[in-house]
């Protein structure tokens, strides 16, 4: 890419105006480079082309109205407030700053003259601004012809002086077209040029409401070369990985055979389908990337097993890393069910070990006595060494950063190979997600349930009627032939009381169920527990010692209790609908029907009302994360794994859909057949921000 200035080590050192202080906050930015800048569009636009009467102006948008300041002073209203009243010939209006400095009181001295720009709302004097922009000198100038720029800003750094940079920053970069005629002509893409000037000045004339909405033709060829920037950056980063071979784990099907003969139940076509697709992955020389996803209950631990056995088969080892002890604790103890019995060692490293257990397995990790180590973040300390690792599991890959699963899979890699990779979630990603920002990997998915589960029927309930619901739960939850003999979980969403949030926590609610239900045995457990305790009430819970859990979403994955049929959500409207979905799949994990009381305090919200409603008509949780998306957007779905990958600023996964399809489909071609287009829209876009891309 050619550009004037940004090629110096400090691209902003010879400019007016970047200060030190300017430049640390561009930086809390992310805008480091002139070109950043330059790409740094408004998020909305505000109309200060035309001047209202202040009784004529509308209501519902930013105005540009004038008067005299007739009053001005401070009053303590709760707090110290800056209140001023300003008239012109059609009315007055209140103006107010709840946060001011001295040095902003003085300039509002009655009998001056002000321009105000601002929004203009009811309030308990009459008609009031809050917090507008005051300018008292020039006021005389013409009003602008262009509409105002309202860009993503940070503390100390204002819009004036944001613009301006902006402005500097337009003036010393080259926006040359990083793509051919060819594809912009063939996309009907407007120049790149004309597009980045046109979104930081709109004339007066232009609609505002595709420029707000982001679906103005400017707009189109910024989402466009933002997503195959995007793209790019994700198969550039495929094919690096993949330059660095992997050992050939070839299958004899001994020791899988033997698991799959020795299972009380056979794999659903899905699953046989995906350890197909791993089994392939892993006979090939070639790093498997491959994140396999599946509902809560899909099955996906027996698949995790049956591919690290293909390591082990070669006498080389596999690494199962979970984000939580309870869930780690789990894997470990199916895996020693499973495979134990067929002679094969299963090492387990945690942060609570004592020291000596601790020290023994590290030893038998590191020798290649410990065939499969599964483990929370310990895994990766630097204390934790392999023999031969040949296999990286990682289960619920979304909740750990990109730098821990780096440190893990550094300890298998050298110059000469670098392991496999199986990342496993049960938060089903959304096509456009999947598309978009796991275009690195290859996706398995098991999109059945095994047979004899039943589907869990879910009810929303209105808290106040709390007794009745736990009447229910003790009449199900007691012995036969009094009661069902079922297990309940009651998941409330604090451990302590907050003021901020008046809801009932953990605590509270295992006293009350005790106290209403003292016949019946009641456990509880949080996130504040020792592991060593935490793991003793979910051992009771599952041994049935226990008939009713009281829990946080501790118990959120992983958690397997057959005979657990009752989940009541404390507070639900207070949860996304992710969590919802994952602890509602706490339950329905044997062949009895299972129930799930999503207990709200009234009234519900428009959009808690919406998501309650999709829990309670939907089990799908391919429909629920479609949703989960559209509510949360894609940054939360994804959690650290994408960390030096751009979260999208200008494209919209659910609007965009089409201009991702064609960036999916170019951007292999670029890197195949015109590899300097590639380089040059990557520099553009992301620089030298590729940090952690190898995850």
């Not at 004592?354 to 020798?367: D, G, P, Q, V, Y």
Request: glycine share 6%; net charge neutral; with cysteine.
């Amino acid at each position: 890419m050619s550009e004037v200035i940004s090629a110096t080590p400090d691209p902003f050192r010879k400019l007016a105006g970047f200060t030190d202080p300017n430049r640390q906050k561009l930086a809390k930015l992310g805008l480091t480079r002139l070109e950043d800048l330059v790409l740094h569009l408004p998020h909305r636009y505000e109309d200060e082309t035309q001047l209202y009467g202040i009784t004529e102006a509308p209501h519902d948008r930013v105005v540009v109205v004038e008067g005299l300041i007739k009053k001005s002073e401070v009053q303590i209203r709760h707090r110290r407030q800056l209140i001023a009243e300003v008239a012109d010939k059609t009315g007055r209006l209140v103006v107010r700053f709840l946060n001011f400095y001295p040095s902003q009181q003085k300039q509002w001295q009655v009998g001056k003259s002000v321009r105000l720009i601002g929004e203009i709302k009811h309030g308990f004097f009459g008609l009031e601004m809050v917090h507008p922009r005051a300018k008292f000198s020039g006021l005389d100038a013409p009003l602008g012809n262009q509409f105002t720029p309202v860009y993503p800003t940070t503390n100390g750094l204002s819009q004036d002086t944001l613009a301006k940079l902006v402005g500097i920053a337009l003036k010393h970069v080259l926006l040359d077209d990083t793509l051919p005629a060819s594809i912009v002509g063939a996309y009907k893409l407007p120049p790149l040029e004309k597009s980045i000037r046109f979104l930081h000045s709109p004339p007066v004339e232009s609609d505002l409401y595709p420029l707000t909405a982001k679906t103005h033709p400017a707009w189109k060829r910024l989402k466009f070369d933002e997503l195959l920037a995007q793209q790019l950056t994700l198969l550039s980063n495929r094919a690096k990985r993949r330059e660095v071979p992997a050992p050939i784990l070839t299958s004899t099907g001994q020791l899988t055979g033997q698991l799959l003969a020795s299972l009380p139940f056979a794999l659903t076509p899905a699953q046989s389908r995906v350890v197909d697709e791993i089994c392939r992955d892993l006979s090939r020389n070639v790093p498997m990337q491959r994140l396999l996803q599946g509902d809560v209950g899909s099955g996906k631990t027996i698949v995790a097993a049956l591919a690290a056995l293909q390591a082990v088969e070669n006498g080389m080892q596999a690494a199962f890393m979970a984000p939580t002890e309870l869930l780690a604790e789990q894997h470990f103890r199916k895996l020693t069910e499973w495979l134990t019995p067929m002679g094969i060692r299963i090492g387990w490293v945690s942060g609570s070990q004592k020291k000596k257990e601790r020290e023994t397995n590290l030893a038998a990790i590191s020798s290649g006595e410990v065939q499969i180590a599964v483990g929370t973040h310990a895994l990766f300390q630097d204390k934790v060494s392999f023999a031969n690792l040949a296999l990286l599991l990682v289960d619920e890959q979304h909740r750990f950063g990109v730098g821990q699963r780096l440190q893990l899979r550094s300890k298998g890699s050298d110059e000469n190979r670098a392991p496999h990779q199986l990342m496993m979630s049960a938060t089903p990603i959304p096509r456009t997600l999947a598309m978009s920002y796991f275009a690195d990997l290859d996706v398995s998915v098991i999109d059945e349930l095994p047979p004899g589960r039943t589907p869990i029927v879910t009810t929303l309930l209105d808290n106040r009627k709390r007794e009745h619901l736990i009447e229910r739960v003790g009449a199900a939850c007691r012995p036969a032939p009094a009661g069902q003999g079922a297990q309940a979980y009651w998941v409330c969403p604090l451990i302590e009381e907050s003021e901020a949030l008046q809801l009932q926590t953990a605590v509270a609610t295992h006293e009350t169920l005790q106290a209403m239900l003292p016949d019946l045995r009641i456990g509880l457990v949080h996130g504040k527990l020792p592991p060593s305790e935490k793991q003793a009430v979910m051992r009771s819970f599952k041994d049935h010692e226990l008939d009713i859990l009281v829990a946080t979403t501790v118990i959120e994955v992983g958690v397997d209790v057959p005979n657990a049929t009752l989940m009541v959500i404390d507070h639900a409207e207070r949860m996304g609908l992710a969590q919802l979905h994952q602890l509602r799949g706490r339950v329905g994990r044997g062949s009895k029907a299972s129930y799930c009381t999503l207990l709200y305090q009234a009234p519900l919200g428009e959009i808690a009302q919406a998501r309650l409603d999709l829990m309670r008509r939907s089990t799908d949780g391919f429909e629920i994360a479609r949703e989960d998306l559209h509510i949360r957007g894609p940054g939360e779905l994804l959690g650290n794994r994408q960390s030096g990958v751009p979260l999208l600023r200008f494209a919209d996964l659910e609007r965009d859909t089409d201009l991702l399809e064609i960036a999916r489909n170019l951007a292999p071609r670029l890197l195949a057949e015109q590899p300097e287009v590639a380089a040059a829209h990557l520099e553009r876009w992301i620089g030298n921000r590729t940090g952690l891309l190898d995850a």
